[in-house]
């Protein structure tokens, strides 16, 4: 079958984790041959509905594009690794938006399973930090559109075709949603304010009647008041009359 049992690996030489699980390896844990289970991490970045895609030369001297990729080193997440490789090679910062595939990379030489994971990362700005003073590897960033033109569908294999393609979908569908919502909330907002204004005068008129209708009961008893001021007044001054005449 080309896989290496755990005997034959132990006597290749070379320890993995000092005998404990690694979790990157299929084969039993022990003795291993000086090589490492490899995983590779794609990125399908993208900025304003456009994919980056690094831009070389094949094997046949015709130009080709792939996704910026690197191996995921010890410690790393995919996740990671992914935001490491786009700002590292280009000086832009990458949000993951999830994966887009994951894919088996066969077996190595000492029979260790790899793996590729390509996931969406979501580009801000297509401008480099500041501190990224590094010359960016060969590329472009295409559109759905440019991507399928005749000319640059021809560089792209066909599964990194299919996987950008569906990235594509999904990142212009979650931003149109995202768009959809902030558009109805903000025509909810003038209408949540008039009905808020409504409200408010509504009040006010009823504040204002009910001052009106206090003042109108109060009217009749402060005259009444008044006329009862007047004749206590009146028999007081009347009282210190007949007093003086005494």
């Given amino acids: 079958s080309g896989s290496k049992t755990a005997g034959s690996l132990e006597k290749e030489g070379g320890t993995l984790t000092g005998g404990g699980t690694s979790g990157l390896a299929s084969v039993p844990i022990g003795k291993v041959p000086f090589a490492s289970p490899y995983h590779i991490v794609e990125s399908v970045a993208i ?28 410690g790393d997440t995919v996740s990671f690794a992914a935001s490491r490789l786009i700002r590292a090679s280009m000086g832009l910062v990458g949000k993951q938006q999830g994966v887009v595939r994951l894919e088996h990379a066969g077996l190595s030489s000492c029979g260790l399973d790899g793996t590729i994971t390509t996931l ?60 959809a919502m902030k558009a109805k909330k903000q025509e909810k907002s ?57």
């Fill in 47 to 74: 900025s304003d509905n456009a994919v980056l895609l690094w831009t070389r030369t094949g094997g046949d001297g015709k130009e080709e594009m792939v996704l910026p990729a690197t191996h995921l080193e010890a």
């Fill in 120 to 179: 969406v990362q979501k580009i801000e700005t297509k401008t480099p930090d500041p501190s990224f003073k590094s010359k960016p590897p060969s590329h472009v960033w295409l559109t759905k559109e440019q991507l399928h033109s005749n000319d640059n569908k021809s560089k792209l294999r066909p599964d990194l075709f299919r996987a950008v393609t569906r990235a594509l979908d999904a990142m212009k569908s979650a931003e149109d949603e995202e768009k």
């Fill in 190 to 246: 003038p209408a949540i304010e008039k009905k808020e204004g409504t409200e408010s005068a509504d009040v006010s008129a009823a504040k204002g009647e009910e001052k009106h209708n206090t003042e109108s009961q109060s009217g009749p008893a402060s005259a009444v008041q008044e006329e009862g001021d007047e004749v206590v007044e009146a028999k007081l001054t009347r009282m210190i009359e007949i007093n003086a005449n005494f």
